[in-house]
């Protein structure tokens, strides 16, 4: 079964240090979403592509996050600088565009961030 | 606006027992409703789903959820609890509209006993 993957798994890094995340969404959906899962809480949206181009990124922090997809397939979440609030598990899912199927989020195994 | 209540943090049940947890939405349109399971340190996989059709959902590993739209409700069930059920298990709403957004409840942790 096609899988939502993401890497690294684990991301630990200093204050004011960049990272960046990588998701590939299963073949053939258009929609990506990244989200926020801060621990004991459910995820947020932070930011959703439909193909190469942002649908909402209304949540999204442009001071220091940003994301593209840029062929319209794989995506990069990047934050510069990460401060220690920005510890959290970033998940990426991914869904078909129009139609019954659309409704279904798929998500990948998410990367957990550790800011020290 | 749209939103999602999910009471209590933890539910702690013995094995073979009924497990219920609880989800109430608020949505001022026609709502799509989910429940997602996450296990530790994993991504969210789905459970099940209401897509307007049938109220009773039928999903994964024993679990049913009913939408009753006069109670704004859609909680989860499962006859008789496995030890493997332990994980988070979150509701989330979206409306029917196209590139609608999710949005997820806090989420119950599911502890069972043997």
């Known amino acids: 079964e096609a899988e939502v993957a993401q890497s690294p798994r684990y991301k630990i890094t200093e204050k004011s240090q960049a990272v960046a995340f990588w998701c590939d969404p299963i073949s053939g959906h258009a929609t990506l979403y990244w989200y926020r899962q801060i621990l004991g809480q459910g995820p947020e949206l932070l930011v959703q592509f439909q193909d190469e181009s942002v649908v909402d990124d209304s949540q999204l922090p442009k001071d220091r996050f940003s994301a593209e997809r840029l062929k319209g397939v794989d995506s990069t979440l990047k934050i510069q600088p990460a401060e220690l609030g920005d510890s959290a598990m970033y998940l990426c899912?991914?869904?078909?565009?129009?139609?019954?199927?659309?409704?279904?989020?798929?998500f990948g195994p998410g990367t957990r961030l550790t800011v020290l | 606006a749209q939103s999602v209540t999910q009471l209590g943090s933890h539910v702690s049940v013995s094995e073979g027992a009924l497990v219920l947890l609880r989800c109430n939405y608020s949505s001022s349109v026609p709502p799509y409703l989910f429940w997602y399971v996450q296990y530790p340190n994993q991504g969210l996989q789905l459970l099940l789903k209401y897509t307007s059709a049938a109220t009773l959902v039928k999903g994964i590993n024993g679990f049913e959820a009913e939408f009753k739209k006069s109670e704004t409700s859609f909680h989860l069930t499962k006859p008789s609890a496995h030890m493997s059920d332990a994980a988070e298990y979150f509701c989330?709403?979206?409306?029917?509209?196209?590139?609608?957004?999710?949005?997820f409840g806090k989420g119950i942790t599911l502890s069972v006993r043997p």
């Open positions: 899912a991914s869904s078909f565009s129009g139609g019954l199927r659309s409704d279904t989020q798929y």
């Open positions: 989330a709403v979206r409306s029917t509209g196209a590139n609608s957004k999710l949005t």
